[in-house]
């Protein structure tokens, strides 16, 4: 029978290697995270994080090891932690996640009766050769510059101004040396108030590439865009036109491009100037007061 406990010093050590860096440095920095270890026959076979707000609780990881997927056990295990979350007065546990990349959170939602509704987050992923012909590419793009052209004063401007709003695998956009290439600077009055991010891929370790699913072919380029203190209703499809110039001249046809984009607006604008559908998040919410 599968068990579920909170990890502790005492069984830390039988977990670890289950425990993603990203998330027990999360552990570290914020409040409200808690990591639970899964046995089975007295062996540590998996692990659930869980960020607690309020009376919700979010899953935020979940693993079982190899051999004992689709067994029950974790359906064991978040059984009766779903109890001991309800016992302990939670109202809700929650999941987000794209269901067409994530079939075991997709799954469990089914079984357990989560109820699902779209969220704004979604990512937009193509090869270079997918926008030669998008509206973006037609459209001549004004009031931007690429970032390793940018005056360093400017640049420092840009990279203060995206910090106080976003954070890249918890470094300083500033610390990031593989943005310059491809990233470009949208201009208001000569001032830069929003940017296109491109992340280079040639950092060798991203952590949690496995399981978060950042990087999910080889060679894929990371887009990010942001639009910092900027008003311009034009400034996506100014930025998005820059880009398309830049890879269509400067990167191979089949290099994967990922965009990740936060605000449904912002997604589905980026969606319709590319002419490609983008993969949208879901929240799954399972209401504890249905549990018996």
């Known amino acids: 029978m599968a068990l579920?406990?909170?990890?502790?010093?005492?069984?830390?050590?039988?977990?670890?290697p289950f425990l993603p860096d990203m998330l027990k440095a999360a552990y570290v920095r914020e409040s409200g995270y808690r990591f639970y270890g899964i046995s089975e026959s007295d062996e540590a076979v998996g692990t659930v994080i869980m960020k607690l707000t309020g009376d919700e609780a979010s899953i935020r990881y979940m693993y079982i090891i190899p051999y004992l997927r689709g067994t029950g056990v974790i359906d064991e295990a978040l059984s009766f932690l779903?109890?001991?979350?309800?016992?302990?007065?939670?109202?809700?546990?929650?999941?987000?996640?794209?269901?067409?990349?994530?079939?075991?959170?997709?799954?469990?939602s089914y079984r357990f009766g989560f109820?699902?509704?779209k969220l704004g987050y979604s990512y937009v992923r193509f090869e270079v050769k997918d926008i030669e012909k998008s509206r973006a590419a037609a459209f001549a793009p004004k009031d931007i510059i690429r970032l390793k052209?940018?005056?360093?004063?400017?640049?420092?401007?840009?990279?203060?101004?995206?910090?106080?709003?976003?954070?890249?695998?918890?470094?300083?956009?500033?610390?990031?040396?593989?943005i310059l290439p491809y990233s470009i600077a949208y201009m208001e009055k000569d001032?830069?108030?929003?940017?296109?991010v491109v992340e280079?891929?040639?950092?060798?370790?991203?952590?949690t590439t496995d399981d978060?699913?950042?990087?999910?072919?080889?060679?894929?380029?990371?887009?990010?865009?942001?639009?910092?203190?900027?008003?311009?209703?034009?400034?996506?499809?100014?930025?998005?036109?820059?880009?398309?110039?830049?890879?269509?001249n400067e990167l191979p046809g089949n290099v994967i491009m990922t965009g990740f984009f936060p605000e449904g607006h912002v997604a589905t604008f980026i969606e319709g100037v590319l002419g490609i559908k983008g993969k949208r998040e879901v929240r799954a919410t399972l209401d504890l007061s249905t549990l018996s």
């Not at 940018?150 to 593989?178: A, G, W």
């Not at 001032?191 to 296109?196: F, N, S």
């Not at 280079?200 to 952590?207: H, L, M, T």
């Open 4 to 16: 579920i406990d909170e990890i502790s010093p005492n069984n830390l050590a039988a977990y670890d």
């Open 82 to 108: 779903f109890l001991q979350l309800r016992d302990e007065g939670f109202s809700a546990v929650t999941m987000d996640y794209f269901p067409s990349e994530y079939e075991v959170l997709r799954n469990i």
């Open 115 to 117: 109820t699902e509704r």
């Open 149 to 178: 052209y940018l005056p360093q004063p400017k640049r420092d401007s840009l990279f203060k101004l995206i910090d106080r709003h976003i954070t890249f695998y918890d470094h300083k956009i500033s610390q990031m040396t593989d």
């Open 191 to 196: 001032d830069p108030k929003g940017a296109l």
């Open 200 to 207: 280079s891929p040639n950092v060798e370790i991203i952590p």
């Open 212 to 248: 978060m699913k950042r990087f999910p072919e080889p060679g894929a380029y990371d887009i990010t865009l942001f639009f910092v203190g900027t008003t311009g209703k034009m400034a996506p499809l100014y930025l998005m036109s820059g880009l398309c110039k830049i890879v269509k």
